[in-house]
Nanobody, 126 residues
């Protein structure tokens, strides 16, 4: 059974850093795009794309809110994708999800993604 499980969330102060991991089971990363998304506390029905990476060629795509602060990487041998977050802001507080998509091009659109993890909470305190 294909499964994604996020870890590494927690409470961090403004300006701090946090690293998230997403362990994938039954995925061949070479065939998937992998993305990180988030859902803010006041937007329970809305998931926002943050950053994604092509497992095929390593191409990445970031939203404006992530550029310069967030980095995505993947270890295809370990079937794990990482999200390194720096200079965190209160508005980064959210439930963070990783997701996988089989399309041939990467996208930050949540509806494109077929497989989702349960999420890990990130809270940035001011």
């Amino acid at each position: 059974e294909r499964q994604l499980v996020e870890s590494g969330g927690g409470l961090v102060q403004v300006g701090g850093s946090l690293s998230l991991s997403c362990a994938a089971s039954e995925f061949d990363f070479d065939d998937y795009n992998l993305g990180w998304f988030r859902q803010a506390p006041d937007k329970e029905r809305e998931r926002e794309g943050v950053i994604c990476i092509s497992g095929r060629d390593g191409t990445t795509y970031s939203t404006e809110s992530a550029k310069g602060r967030f980095t995505i990487s993947s270890d295809n041998a370990k079937n794990t994708v990482y999200l390194q977050m720096t200079n965190l802001k209160p508005e980064d507080t959210a439930l963070y999800f990783c997701a996988a998509d089989t399309a041939t091009y990467i996208s930050n659109v949540p509806s494109r993604y077929d497989y989702w993890g349960p999420g890990t909470q990130v809270t940035v305190s001011s």
